[in-house]
Structures are given as C-alpha cells and as structure tokens.
C-alpha cells in the first residue's frame, strides 16, 4: 500500500506540474516525450552499425600491418640467401610467401564485398526512389581519408563517405535504414541526428561510409 500511495503521490506531482505549464510549454513536452522514444528506438537499432565500420577499419589495419611485417622479413631473408643460400632459408623464404598471398586474397575478397565510391550516389538515390514517404534535402560527398596514412605500406585504403539530409516519419526512416543495411554490398554508418521538429516528420541527418584502394572524390548531383 505504501509503495502504490508513493506511486499515486508521484503521479500527482507530474500532473501538477504539466497543468502549470504554458500552452506553448505543454506543447513542447508533447513532442519532447515521443521523439525521445522515438530517437532512442532508433539508436538502438543503428548503434550497432556504428560499432561495424570502426571494427573493420582496425581489422584492415590489422592486417596491413601484417603483411608489411611479413613483406620487411620476406626481403630481410632474400638478402641473407644472396650471402648464405642454405635449404632452411629457402623454406622459410617459401612459407612468408604463403602467408603474403593467403593475406592478399583475403584482403581484396573483403574489399571486393564494399560497395564502390562511384556507385554509392546511385544506390542511396535508388534507396530514396522506393522509400517514396521520404524527402531526400541534402546528399553532399565527405572528402576521402587515407587509413594507412601512419604506416610504411604498399597498400593504399580509402574511406569514401556521403552525408544524407532527408525528411519522414519515424517508420519510413526506420525502414529505409534497415533497406541500407540490407543491401548485397557493405556499406557503414558513422553518425545519426535525428530531431523532430514537426511530430510526426523528423529531420534526419546521417554519414555512410565505404573503403576504397582509390582516392577519387565521390561526385554527387
């Protein structure tokens, strides 16, 4: 009992104040609660593809780093068989070479499954086209940034990003995002704004990243 008087009494208090409240004021609270739902239902949904693309960059890192320490011992021996040609060398020789290529593959089969810069603009206007309750305002490209910038590679990686500004209700947002993510090609999120300013349509703002071996600058209409 006591606790259900302490629920009422709570109840009572919130009520008060929201009688107390301006017109106007009232107002902001009624859009306030929703799209704070709202927005946390969304984040928890794409929170998860914010983690991917830092994940995966490390991950190439990662691997880079690999084959360039295999690349530095790979010549480190092919300079002592020119002084000293002996069988165990030779071997060792053979199995970095192994590894280097399995490397290699592996590297350009990831990279083989992200979609390209160029074709990033089209796809995200096709993904516009069929979501027909949004309002595409804004696509401008991020200039591309190198990640293996700090290293000493014979690599060279990209990362190729596209800002959208669309308008819509929360659910047609929601399923356009899902839509992204579904795609047969990779594609990554960086950052989420979502904010309604008119409930039910929300702004929202988001970045869509994929990597590159080119630098070109993504063009877009």
């Not at 295999?70 to 010549?75: D, H, K, L, S, V």
Request: zero cysteines; hydrophobic letters at 45%; charged letters at 25%.
């Amino acid at each position: 009992m006591i606790q259900s008087d302490d629920n009422v009494s709570w109840m009572q208090r919130i009520r008060v104040a929201y009688t107390g409240l301006a017109n106007r004021e009232k107002r902001l609270v009624f859009i306030a609660i929703p799209s704070l739902i709202l927005f946390l239902a969304l984040m928890w949904f794409v929170e998860p593809q914010f983690k991917t693309l830092a994940k995966v960059e490390r991950q190439i890192v990662y691997k880079e780093e690999q084959l360039s320490r295999i690349n530095a011992t790979q010549a480190e021996l092919v300079a002592e068989l020119k002084i000293d040609p002996d069988e165990k060398t030779k071997k060792r020789i053979a199995s970095l070479q192994g590894r280097l290529t399995a490397l290699e593959e592996k590297f350009k089969l990831e990279l083989g499954q992200l979609i390209s810069p160029q074709a990033m603009p089209l796809l995200l206007q096709q993904l516009f086209h069929n979501a027909t309750s949004l309002t595409l305002l804004k696509m401008e490209s991020i200039p591309p940034t190198q990640l293996f910038a700090e290293l000493t590679s014979n690599q060279t990686l990209f990362e190729h990003g596209i800002r959208l500004s669309f308008e819509g209700e929360y659910f047609a947002t929601r399923d356009f995002l899902k839509n992204a993510e579904n795609l047969g090609w990779k594609l990554y999120w960086r950052k989420l704004d979502y904010r309604v300013d008119e409930h039910p349509i929300a702004a929202t703002e988001v970045e869509l990243f994929t990597l590159s071996t080119e630098e070109a600058f993504i063009g877009v209409n």
